[in-house]
């Protein structure tokens, strides 16, 4: 079992910024990526990036590249999301996902609300 805790949401101005944390524990030690989604109500799960844990290549839905930064720290099991140039469209609550090989398994964190409004 792994568990995930997302940490760093709240409400934003548009065009803040916003530090996203998800630090996994228990049986972490086969991850092979982990992600970050985001869904507002009444919408679908919306992938938004992804950081393999070995070699740190990451994946971004196209449309946030450039605003959004996925980093990771292994020694720490944390994977990070900066969130910059924030507008309202990107409030949404976003999951944290703990991915094994081939996606075999997969994890999610309880989600933290980001809140993007003046």
């Known amino acids: 079992q792994v568990q995930l805790v997302e940490s760093g949401g709240g409400l934003v101005r548009p065009g803040g910024s916003l530090r996203l944390s998800c630090s996994g524990s228990g049986r972490t030690f086969g991850v092979y990526a982990m992600g970050w989604f985001r869904q507002v109500p009444g919408k679908e799960r919306e992938f938004v990036g992804a950081?393999?844990?070995?070699?740190?290549?990451?994946n971004y839905a196209d449309s946030l590249k450039g605003r959004f930064t996925i980093s990771r720290d292994n020694a720490k099991n944390t994977v990070n999301l900066q969130m910059n140039s924030l507008k309202p469209e990107d409030t949404a609550v976003y999951y944290c996902?703990?991915?094994?090989?081939?996606?075999?398994?997969?994890?999610w964190g309880q989600g933290t609300q980001v809140t993007v409004s003046s």
């Open positions: 996902r703990y991915s094994s090989l081939l996606y075999t398994q997969n994890y």
């Open positions: 950081i393999t844990w070995n070699g740190g290549n990451t």
